[in-house]
């Protein structure tokens, strides 16, 4: 029997975020009902080990709580399907993890009864269990209707998170200063590596690791978004 608060989690959405957060989510007490299946069993498995791989509908009717990681292109289909099937239960908790949408996505859902939440940790995720370790003192955004705000805030703390209050309509601007951030880094480290290695320079990423490193501490402190970050602010569009 799971102790008072503990949920039963399922993941439907077996790429690099969904099973990470499962994981987490276990270390903190909760149970794993199950995952859908995907390209990467045994990544998958290697960080789920002995949790049942279901279909989509089994893993909504089985759990409390269904976390939904799937790419943003598929998300509403598939809450939408979910529903058309009555696969999601009244007062279940369903917590979908893309950075541009707030809970509206989740309307499907809600009509059975579902309560929605959106969590979205700023990492770059690997799929790995180094992500474990990434998510520990990570931010992350959470978005959901006031009564179930705290809901969302302390899922993301026992992801490890310090939770970032996003208005519903602030999450396009919230998803393009990811992306922007994720992509401009990634870009500018392959162009200064492939120009290294042009210069002779063995192990280019290498050598350029301290510097990178450094150069983004340093832009980040100049830009206030350090430790300083008043968690319980939302941030409105």
């Not at 541009?100 to 859902?109: E, K, N, R, W, Y």
């Not at 059975?112 to 939440?117: E, K, N, S, T």
Request: glycine share 12%; aromatic share 2%.
């Amino acid at each position: 029997m799971r102790r008072e608060g503990r949920l039963g989690i399922g993941v439907v959405g077996a790429g690099r975020v969904g099973p990470v957060l499962a994981a987490k989510l276990a270390g903190a007490g909760h149970a794993l009902v199950g995952v859908t299946g995907g390209s990467d069993p045994d990544r998958v498995g290697a960080i789920l080990p002995g949790v049942p791989v279901l279909d989509p509908t089994e893993v909504a009717r089985r759990s409390e709580l269904v976390i939904v990681a799937v790419p943003h292109d598929e998300l509403a289909g598939l809450v939408a399907g979910l529903a058309e099937v009555g696969a999601w239960q009244p007062g279940q908790l369903v917590m979908h993890t893309d950075p541009a949408f707030g809970t509206g996505i989740l309307s499907p859902a809600v009509s059975r009864g579902a309560i929605p939440l959106a969590v979205h940790p700023a990492i770059a995720f690997t799929g790995t269990s180094m992500d474990l370790r990434a998510l520990t003192n990570a931010y992350a955004a959470v978005t959901a209707p006031a009564p179930v705000l705290p809901i969302a805030q302390a899922l993301a703390v026992e992801l490890g998170c310090e939770p970032v209050v996003i208005a519903e309509d602030a999450r396009p601007a919230y998803a393009e200063a990811m992306a922007t951030a994720r992509d401009f880094s990634r870009s500018i480290v392959q162009q200064a590596t492939r120009l290294l290695a042009e210069a002779g320079v063995p192990h280019p990423g290498t050598y350029l690791s301290a510097l990178a490193h450094t150069t983004i501490d340093q832009a980040l402190a100049e830009a206030g978004s350090g430790p300083g970050i008043d968690p319980t602010a939302s941030i409105q569009g």
